[in-house]
C-alpha cells in the first residue's frame, strides 16, 4: 500500500466517496418512495402532472391576477401544477391552431363560445364535459353557447355582452345631445361634439380586431332585415358583397372617418388608451361592451363612468342589441393524458364560493354570470342599451357567421379607411377569404 | 498525399441525419403541402397542383407585400452595413471612451425584437411620442408625424427601428475585420503622402471585403426573413400597408389556409437560396480579384 501511485490513491478515493454518496442517495430515494405513498393514501389526487392551460392575454388575470390565485389554490389542494400561458390577444388564435395542428395541444385551450368554437374542430379537439356536476348549475345562455353537436364542451366562466356605443351622459347633457336613432342624428351628434374640440367617436384604430367589431354588430340588423342571412352566409349561399345593409354601413363608417369624428390619429390608438380618452373626457362616445364603463370607472373614478349609458350603433338603420354567445370558455384537450385533472381543475373552479371570487375580481363580466350561483349585476349601459334598442337582440357576426375573422375583416376596413379599398372591395375581400375555407371543406 | 488528408465521409454523418431530419424532411414535406389545400376546417389534405402559386402571383393585393420585403431588404442591409461601417471606424481606436461607446451601440443588437417593437410604439405615438416631442422641441414640429399610423410611412419606420437595432451588430464585425488589417500599410500609405479617404479607399475596404461580404449576407437574409419587428410594431398595419411576407405567411396560418401559407414559405424559401447563392458567389469574386 504504501507504494500505492498518487494517481491510483485518487482513483480508489474517489470510487469509495462515489459508493459512499451512492448509498446515501438510495437510501434517501427509499425515504421519498415510502413518504410518496403514504401521502398518496392520505389524498388520492395528489400528483406529480402539470397541466397546460392557453389563453388570450385578456381573458385572464384581466385587471386581477384572479386567474393565477384561483390556479395557485387548486395547486396547493391537489398538488397538480397549472401552467398557464398568456398570449397577445390579436394571435391568440394563430398561436391556438397552429398548435393544435403541429399536434402540441394543451390540456386546457380558451375558444369563443358559439360559432366561434367550430374553427377550433370541436369534434376533434374537444373533450365532452357533459355529465360534469356543474353542468346543472349552468344559467341557459352558458349552456346553450357551450353546447357543441348536442353536447356541453366547454367550461364557462364568462357573461353574455353585447357592443354599444358607450356614452358619457354628462358630455351629452352639457350640449344637449340626445340618444341618436338614426344615421343623420348621429352625424348631427358628431358635429356638435367636434365643434367643441371633443373627439366625437373614440377608436383604437391601431387594434385591427376592434374595426371589425363594428362590422360584425351590423350581423343582427341585416339578419331582421332578411331572416334566415346567417344560415345562408354559413352555408355559402350569399356573399358579403350582397348584403346590402353591409356596404351601407361601410360607405356611412367611411365617411366618419373621413370628416374626422375618430379624432386626429385614430390608427395609433391602442387599446389601453381607450381608457384614458373616456375617463378624462377628451372623448364623448367609444364602441365597447357593457361592461366596459366598470373599467374605466376602476381607472378614472372621478370620471362617473359608472353612469355612463349605451345605444346600438346608429348606421345602416340598426336598432337591435347585439350580444355573443356568452363570450368564451375553457374547454378541454380530448386526447389530453391528463384529462382527469383537467376535470378536477374545472371542478374546483365551479365551486360557489371559487366563482364568486372570479366574478368578484372581474367587474366586466359581472352583467350575467355563466352560473345560478353568482347574482347578475347588469350595469348602467347594459340596462340602457335594451332600452335603446326597440329592434329586440340578435347574436353577432363574430359568434353567428362561420369563419368570421375579427383581425382580418378589421384588416381591410383599416384599409378602406386609408383609402386602399373600396367597402365593396372589403366585402369581396372578405368573401375571398370565406371562398378559400368553404372550398377547402368542401366534401 | 493531399486526399489522404480530408476527413472520412462518416464524419459528417451525424450532422447530416440531424440536418435531414430536422431541416430538410420538414421542408421537403412543406413543398409538397404548398400543393395541397392543407387547412385548419377539415382534417383532409387534398392535391391541388399549383393553384397555391397562382393565387399568390394572381391576386393584386399580394404586390404590396411583396414589394415592402424587398424595400426592407435592401433599404436596412445598406444602412446597417453604411452605419455600422462608421461606427466601426470611429471606434477602432483613438478615442478615450471607445469601449463604453461600442458597449452602448451594440447594445439593441441584445434586447428582444418584441420588446424593441413595444418601445418604438411608444417612441413613434404621435401625440405622446418622445419623437414628435423632440422635433417639437427642436423647432421642426412640421415634420412630426403620424410614424405608425400613416399608411406611407409605417413600413419606413419600421425599416428604421431594424437599422438601430442591427448597425451595431455589423459595426462588431466591422470591428474584428479592422483588427486585420496590417498597421504597416497605414504608415506606407502615410509616407506616401496619402490622406484618411485615400487610406479608407485603397486600404481599409479591400481588407474589409470578407466583413462586408458575411456582413451583407445577414442583413439580406434577415431582411427578407424579417418578422417579429414589425409584428410587434405594427402587425403588418394599418390595413396591410406595411405586410411583408413572414407576416402574411402568419396571418395565412392564423385564417387556417396553411397550404397558401406554405406555398408563400417556400417561394421565400427559393427567393432566399437564389439570393444568398447570388451574393456569396458575387461577393467571393470580388475577394478573389482583392487577393
Known amino acids: 500500500m504504501r507504494h500505492m501511485k498518487p494517481l491510483k490513491t485518487l482513483a480508489v478515493t474517489l470510487i469509495s466517496l462515489l459508493s459512499i454518496y451512492g448509498l446515501i442517495g438510495c437510501s434517501a ?83 369563443s363560445a358559439g360559432v366561434g368554437a367550430q374553427k377550433f374542430l370541436p369534434d376533434k379537439y374537444f373533450a365532452d364535459l357533459s355529465n360534469e356536476k356543474w353542468v346543472s348549475r349552468y344559467v341557459p345562455y352558458a349552456k346553450a353557447g357551450s353546447t357543441i353537436n348536442g353536447k356541453v364542451m366547454g367550461f364557462m366562466t364568462w357573461s353574455v355582452d353585447g357592443w354599444g356605443m358607450l356614452y358619457n351622459t354628462k358630455v351629452f347633457d352639457q350640449y344637449q345631445l340626445t340618444v341618436p336613432k338614426t344615421f343623420e342624428e348621429f352625424t348631427k351628434t358628431m358635429d356638435t361634439l367636434k365643434a ?106 372621478a370620471s362617473g363612468a359608472n353612469e355612463w349609458k349605451m345605444f346600438p350603433i346608429p348606421m345602416a338603420g340598426n336598432n337591435v342589441f347585439s350580444h355573443s354567445a356568452g363570450g368564451n370558455m375553457r374547454v378541454a384537450y380530448k386526447d389530453s393524458k391528463n384529462l382527469n385533472s383537467v376535470k378536477a381543475y374545472f371542478a374546483f373552479l365551479a365551486r360557489p364560493e371559487n366563482l364568486k371570487k372570479y366574478y368578484e375580481a372581474r367587474p366586466d363580466i359581472q352583467p350575467a354570470p355563466s352560473f345560478t350561483d353568482v347574482p347578475a349585476k347588469p350595469s348602467e349601459s347594459g340596462k340602457s342599451l335594451l332600452e335603446n334598442a326597440p329592434g329586440g337582440d340578435g347574436v353577432d357576426m363574430e359568434y353567428g357567421v362561420l369563419y368570421w375573422d375579427n383581425t382580418a375583416v378589421g384588416k381591410y376596413i383599416q384599409d378602406m379607411m386609408l383609402g386602399g379599398l373600396t367597402p365593396k372591395q372589403v366585402l369581396e375581400s372578405i368573401d375571398k377569404d370565406r371562398a378559400k375555407l368553404f372550398n377547402a371543406t368542401a366534401k | 498525399m493531399y486526399a489522404s488528408k480530408l476527413y ?195 486600404v481599409t475596404i479591400p481588407f474589409l471585403i470578407p466583413s462586408i461580404t458575411i456582413n451583407m449576407m445577414l442583413n439580406v437574409i434577415s431582411g427578407l426573413k424579417v418578422f417579429d419587428v414589425i409584428f410587434a410594431l405594427t402587425n403588418g398595419g394599418p390595413g396591410r400597408a406595411s405586410e411583408v411576407i413572414n407576416l402574411t405567411i402568419f396571418n395565412q396560418f392564423g385564417l387556417g389556409t396553411y397550404g397558401y401559407g406554405t406555398a408563400l414559405g417556400v417561394l421565400l424559401f427559393v427567393f432566399l437560396a437564389v439570393i444568398s447563392v447570388g451574393l456569396v458567389k458575387i461577393f467571393t469574386r470580388s475577394e478573389v480579384n482583392a487577393g
Open chain 1, 29 to 111: 430515494q427509499q425515504d421519498q418512495t415510502t413518504e410518496g405513498e403514504k401521502n398518496q393514501e392520505q389524498t388520492v389526487t395528489k400528483k406529480d402532472v402539470t397541466i397546460t392551460f392557453v389563453g388570450s392575454q385578456n381573458w385572464l388575470n384581466k385587471g386581477s391576477k384572479i386567474d393565477s390565485e384561483l390556479n395557485d389554490a387548486f395547486t396547493q389542494e391537489t398538488g397538480i401544477k397549472v401552467d398557464m400561458q398568456v398570449i397577445p390577444d390579436d394571435q391568440y388564435a394563430n398561436v391556438l391552431k397552429t398548435k393544435l395542428a403541429s399536434g402540441e395541444a394543451p390540456d386546457i385551450f380558451m375558444v
Open chain 1, 196 to 301: 367643441n374640440n371633443i373627439t366625437p367617436v373614440f377608436e383604437v384604430g391601431k387594434e385591427a380586431w376592434h374595426w371589425g367589431i363594428w362590422l360584425s354588430q351590423m350581423g343582427p340588423i341585416a339578419e331582421k332585415n332578411s331572416p334566415g342571412l346567417y344560415d345562408k352566409l354559413n352555408t355559402n349561399q350569399i356573399k358579403f358583397a350582397d348584403v346590402k345593409e353591409f356596404e351601407t354601413f361601410l360607405t356611412q363608417f367611411k365617411e366618419m372617418f373621413d370628416k374626422g369624428y375618430f379624432g386626429k390619429n385614430p390608427m395609433s390608438n391602442t387599446w389601453d388608451s381607450g381608457y384614458e380618452a373616456m375617463g378624462k373626457a377628451q372623448a364623448a362616445t367609444f364602441l365597447g361592451y357593457t361592461s366596459y364603463q366598470n373599467e374605466v370607472a376602476g381607472k378614472f373614478a
Open chain 2, 8 to 202: 472520412s465521409w462518416k464524419f459528417i454523418l451525424p450532422a447530416f441525419l440531424l440536418f435531414f431530419g430536422l431541416f430538410l424532411v420538414p421542408n421537403l414535406m412543406g413543398f409538397y403541402y404548398s400543393l395541397t389545400n392543407w387547412n385548419a376546417m377539415s382534417d383532409q389534405v387534398k392535391f391541388i397542383g399549383l393553384d397555391n402559386f397562382r393565387e399568390v402571383f394572381t391576386d393584386p393585393s399580394n404586390f404590396r407585400f411583396i414589394y415592402n420585403t424587398l424595400m426592407f431588404a435592401l433599404v436596412t442591409s445598406l444602412f446597417k452595413a453604411v452605419i455600422g461601417l462608421a461606427l466601426a471606424l470611429m471606434l477602432n481606436e483613438g478615442m478615450k471612451s471607445k469601449n463604453v461607446l461600442r458597449t452602448i451601440f451594440f447594445m439593441p443588437v441584445v434586447i428582444s425584437n418584441l420588446i424593441v417593437g413595444l418601445i418604438f410604439q411608444q417612441i413613434y405615438n404621435p401625440d405622446t411620442g418622445i419623437l414628435n416631442e423632440f422635433l417639437h422641441a427642436i423647432g421642426l414640429g412640421a415634420l412630426s408625424q403620424s410614424w405608425i399610423g400613416d399608411p406611407k410611412l409605417a413600413i419606413w419606420s419600421s425599416m428604421g427601428v431594424e437599422i438601430w437595432k442591427a448597425a451595431g451588430f455589423n459595426m462588431v464585425i466591422f470591428l474584428a475585420g479592422l483588427q486585420m488589417v496590417p498597421k504597416e500599410m497605414y504608415e506606407a500609405a502615410d509616407i506616401d503622402g496619402a490622406n484618411y479617404w485615400n487610406k479608407l479607399m485603397k
